[in-house]
């Protein structure tokens, strides 16, 4: 397979907006694709140039597009001089109240690459884009010179100098939708262990350069060795540290009133480029049979699939919530969690509840694609990969009933560690650590929670529910939580609702964590209320052993419904199996609602 580096830029940089105008507007696309850089040194991406190809098409033909409106650059067009030209030609053809829609797909690097991006002097917390022509030996010169780094025309489009404030103008009174599939830095808890992982990623971080860089200047130790427990800067000026009991609304505050984003990676993670080997050899599908970027291959299904033809049915929340949901499906070995902003707690201008290219206007009906649209593809039991070298284990999963052996394309994948036994997810995310081998009797537990989420998720999927968006502390810092640390989820609902929180710890064991009360179970949350779970200091949630993944659901059902009731039974119990038939009823009663409830499942991992 050909090279593969990915496209690294820090989407905080790039964002943000306050639109009133509703009257019709016009809908304004760029879309930008480097697939084969000018620089032979530069490892070239199969995915962009297919990207932006099938995006027009979607765009002209499912969501009212003029063609005569969409300007797209590929390769030896997209310069950073016809990319910046590119952006202002879109403010002087368009109007106060249009759509506009910016779109990337290409290599990019940030402060966060310790292999390139930090070495050229990024500014802490900016990312950037590589544009085609992009040069390194001018950029060689200038640290040779020990010239700051500056707006000036060398291939590397910097999101603070260059971006912002032309997004910035736009987002005055045009409503802006900007979306990057690139990644950020690379998540030091994820490890390309698993049978089958995408190995294109899009970060600019090749050897020769790097190593070139390397011969002139030593990046500074806090670019070059930054933890996830160091700051994170965002541009607002803010400094929003990972200990999340300090993340606030004014903290985590999405500094524009019309700018909604979608990134393909959070912080400390690499968004994959799907090859076209990798397409042939089985190991990965795409919509339409070629290379495309994870992500925007999970865009472009879920941009087919909602109802375009009635205006304002979608909002940007659900049209998110969408591509999430393809790509938790398609993408499973990708290793990287697609995020949105502005993030719910800070979404003042209630941007993620309007209207998809729609001038600004709330969202009115929810709708999506018929189901038979949406295939079946998860099967019953769990898939497991077992180490040739783990013989007992090997031979004990053969006879359990939730789980097969499939060494091919796995769920999961167990190998023998140091200590023990590490159970990893397809995409190289540590599950869970069993010291030792594992007894029968855990082992089992944990696999048959592990093969009820996988059935919990795929009916949840199907059964085209409406909106309840969550969010785990804030996207940008992505799924990892440390040894005592807070956590929280924030949720908003597009309908009226009662809660229920079911919490699948890394032991295999459920906790009804809401409702716990009558007084909770009869509490209703109106639609777009700001949820805050917990929702006050008085409860807290601190990170404590066994470390692993943990899997938070969230229902949200018609208030008064007898699902609450049996919510109350499943808490009573207290930590209950997947064999429960107090959990049985429940989930009985779940699939019983079908399109009268909303959920939303949040996966995150807790680590020492």
């Known amino acids: 397979m050909q090279g593969r580096v990915g496209r690294h830029l820090l989407a905080i940089l790039f964002l943000l907006g306050s639109l009133s105008t509703q009257a019709l507007a016009a809908k304004h696309a760029l879309l930008i694709g480097v697939s084969d850089y000018q620089d032979e040194r530069i490892d070239d991406l199969e995915g962009p140039r297919n990207d932006v190809t099938a995006l027009e098409e979607v765009l002209t033909n499912k969501w009212a597009f003029d063609k005569d409106r969409i300007t797209t650059l590929l390769d030896e067009d997209a310069t950073e001089s016809n990319i910046l030209s590119a952006i202002d030609e879109l403010y002087r053809a368009s109007a106060p109240g249009d759509d506009l829609l910016i779109y990337y797909s290409g290599h990019g690097t940030s402060a966060q690459d310790s292999t390139l991006g930090a070495k050229l002097h990024l500014p802490d917390g900016s990312g950037a884009l590589v544009s085609y022509d992009f040069d390194p030996e001018v950029h060689i010169a200038r640290l040779e010179q020990d010239k700051p780094l500056t707006a000036e025309e060398d291939g590397l489009i910097v999101g603070r100098f260059e971006l912002k404030p032309r997004f910035e103008k736009l987002n005055q009174d045009r409503q802006l939708l900007v979306i990057f599939d690139a990644c950020f830095s690379g998540n030091a808890v994820r490890e390309a262990s698993g049978r089958y992982v995408p190995t294109n990623k899009r970060l600019l971080s090749f050897t020769e350069i790097s190593d070139w860089l390397s011969g002139i200047v030593k990046a500074d130790d806090a670019n070059n060795t930054a933890e996830p427990s160091e700051s994170l800067q965002l541009e607002s000026g803010c400094e929003e540290c990972l200990d999340v009991e300090i993340v606030s609304a004014e903290v985590a505050a999405f500094d524009y009133d019309n700018l909604v984003y979608f990134g393909a990676a959070a912080e400390h993670q690499l968004a994959v480029d799907l090859s076209q080997s990798e397409i042939d050899a089985g190991l990965v599908s795409t919509i339409d049979g070629k290379p495309h970027g994870g992500f925007t291959d999970a865009l472009l299904r879920a941009l087919w699939t909602v109802d375009a033809e009635v205006p304002d049915t979608v909002s940007y929340g659900q049209l998110f919530s969408q591509v999430l949901d393809q790509f938790q499906s398609r993408c499973k070995s990708c290793g990287h969690i697609p995020i949105s902003l502005p993030v719910l707690s800070s979404d003042r201008h209630q941007l993620l509840n309007k209207a998809v290219f729609s001038s600004g206007v709330p969202a009115s009906n929810w709708a999506v694609a018929s189901a038979a649209q949406i295939p079946e593809i998860l099967t019953e039991q769990l898939s497991v990969a077992v180490a040739a070298d783990a013989p007992t284990l090997l031979a004990h999963i053969k006879n359990n009933p939730d789980a097969h052996v499939n060494q091919s394309s796995p769920d999961i994948v167990v190998e023998p560690s140091p200590t023990g036994y590490l159970v990893r997810s397809s995409d190289g995310s540590r599950l869970r650590h069993f010291e ?91 639609a777009q209320q700001l949820i805050r779970f917990p929702a006050d200091n008085s409860v807290q949630f601190v990170v404590t052993p066994p470390w692993g993944a943990d899997n938070a659901l969230f229902y949200g059902v018609p208030p008064g419904d007898a699902v609450l009731e049996l919510a109350l039974n499943v808490s009573r119990k207290g930590p209950v199996s997947a064999d429960s038939s107090t959990l049985q009823e429940l989930e009985k009663a779940l699939d019983a609602l079908q399109s009268n409830g909303s959920v939303s499942h949040i996966r995150f991992l807790s680590v020492e």
């Open 436 to 526: 030792s081998e594992p007894s029968h009797r855990s082992f089992d537990r944990w696999l048959a929670a592990q093969r009820w989420l996988k059935n919990r998720r795929h009916r949840d999927r199907v059964q085209q529910k409406p909106l309840l968006h969550a969010e785990f502390r804030h996207p940008i810092l992505g799924n990892v939580a440390r040894t005592g640390e807070r956590v929280f989820f924030t949720m908003e609902s597009d309908s009226d609702i009662s809660l229920l929180m079911l919490l699948v710890d890394a032991d295999g064991a459920f906790h009804m964590l809401y409702p716990a009360t009558e007084e909770e179970a009869s509490r209703v949350y109106k």
